[in-house]
């Protein structure tokens, strides 16, 4: 019984060693770890300040699995501030760049900064990757300005997938105008 009695008393004592100090960026990294959920608005500002800057170095770590970097991206669309659309804009415009991190950036775009992305986003648009470009029709349809309106309309004659006619087509539609333009 004393040596269970010493033991447990300096397991007691030790746990502070053992313990390790939670950073920002841990939480940030844990809200960003869902597959089917993101985190919310809410969610990330109840964190405090320097959420934005701990989402950009969580998007730029290669050792954090793809589809957490690409939520980190996402979630930078809550954060509009001038480090963050540098960032993301430049994840954008960066054909290199990882095709999921790219379709998380054009969404931070629309959501952060609405009609004054559309040209940003228009890359996106133009992509050779139909995945991206339907993406992006999404994005700007979230917009759901009547500038937005016309990027979409403006793109359907265009378009050569039937994926993204359809959520063309669909996104049009749920702005509230008839869809237009000869479908390719």
Same mark, same amino acid.
């Given at each position: 019984?004393?040596?269970?009695?010493?033991?447990?008393?300096?397991?007691? $004592?030790?746990?502070?060693?053992? !313990? /390790?100090? %939670?950073?920002?960026? =841990?939480?940030?990294?844990?809200?960003?770890? &869902?597959?089917?959920? !993101?985190?919310?608005? @809410?969610?990330?500002?109840?964190?405090?300040?320097?959420? @934005?800057?701990?989402?950009?170095?969580? $998007?730029?770590?290669?050792?954090?699995?793809?589809?957490?970097?690409?939520?980190? %991206?996402? /979630?930078?669309?809550?954060?509009?501030?001038?480090?963050?659309?540098?960032?993301? *804009? &430049?994840?954008?415009?960066?054909?290199?760049?990882?095709?999921?991190?790219?379709?998380? +950036?054009?969404? #931070?775009?629309?959501? &952060?900064? &609405?009609?004054?992305?559309?040209?940003?986003? +228009?890359?996106? *648009?133009?992509?050779?990757? $139909?995945?991206?470009?339907?993406? /992006?029709?999404?994005?700007? #349809?979230?917009?759901?300005?009547?500038?937005? *309106?016309?990027?979409?309309?403006?793109?359907?004659?265009?378009?050569?997938?039937?994926?993204?006619? =359809?959520?063309?087509?669909?996104?049009?539609?749920?702005?509230? $105008?008839?869809?237009?333009?000869?479908?390719?």
């Amino acid at each position: 019984m004393l040596i269970a009695s010493t033991l447990t008393l300096w397991l007691a $004592a030790a746990q502070p060693a053992f !313990a /390790a100090e %939670v950073t920002l960026r =841990d939480r940030v990294l844990d809200l960003v770890s &869902g597959y089917e959920d !993101a985190p919310t608005r @809410d969610e990330l500002f109840k964190l405090g300040d320097g959420v @934005d800057l701990a989402l950009i170095d969580i $998007a730029n770590d290669a050792s954090v699995g793809r589809t957490r970097r690409s939520s980190a %991206v996402w /979630a930078l669309g809550f954060f509009p501030t001038d480090t963050t659309h540098t960032y993301v *804009l &430049g994840v954008v415009q960066d054909a290199q760049a990882d095709s999921l991190l790219r379709r998380s +950036a054009t969404w #931070a775009l629309c959501t &952060g900064w &609405g009609d004054a992305a559309l040209s940003e986003v +228009a890359p996106s *648009l133009k992509s050779d990757d $139909a995945q991206l470009r339907n993406q /992006a029709v999404r994005a700007v #349809a979230k917009v759901g300005t009547p500038a937005a *309106l016309v990027t979409l309309q403006q793109r359907l004659p265009l378009e050569s997938s039937a994926m993204v006619r =359809d959520t063309l087509n669909a996104s049009i539609q749920a702005i509230g $105008a008839p869809a237009t333009g000869e479908i390719k």
